[in-house]
């Protein structure tokens, strides 16, 4: 069965960080690309960030700059590093595992809100 987890959302000032963490079970972990995905109240989910297991990265504009994700293939986890964080960085963020069409999995989400 596989799994995804996602930890370290919460509640956080403006210019402040937080990292969020995933942990991925019952998948081949290190074949596959993982991503970040964002979904904010009364939009589309979005991504934002992605690493190939090959580890090269990609980056949505509006984080570029203040966000870094990374992964550990031996633990099975992938990270995001969230900098210089916003008000409009709030949103569900979403871990996902994707290797084709039919191997594309979701985690449940963790919250983060940016907010004085």
């Known amino acids: 069965q596989v799994q995804l987890v996602e930890s370290g959302g919460g509640l956080v000032q403006p210019g402040g960080s937080l990292r969020l963490d995933c942990a991925a079970s019952?998948?081949?972990?290190?074949?596959?690309?993982m991503g970040w995905y964002r979904q904010a109240p009364g939009k589309q989910r979005e991504l934002v960030a992605a690493?190939?297991?090959?580890?090269?990265?990609s980056y949505a504009d509006f984080v570029k700059g203040r966000f870094t994700i990374s992964r550990d293939n031996v633990k099975g986890m992938v990270y995001l590093q969230m900098n210089s964080l916003k008000p409009e960085d709030t949103a569900v963020y979403y871990c996902?595992?994707?290797?084709?069409?039919?191997?594309?999995?979701w985690g449940q989400g963790t919250p983060v809100t940016v907010s004085s």
């Open positions: 996902n595992a994707k290797r084709s069409v039919l191997e594309n999995h």
């Open positions: 690493i190939t297991s090959g580890a090269l990265t």
């Open positions: 019952g998948i081949f972990f290190s074949i596959y690309t």
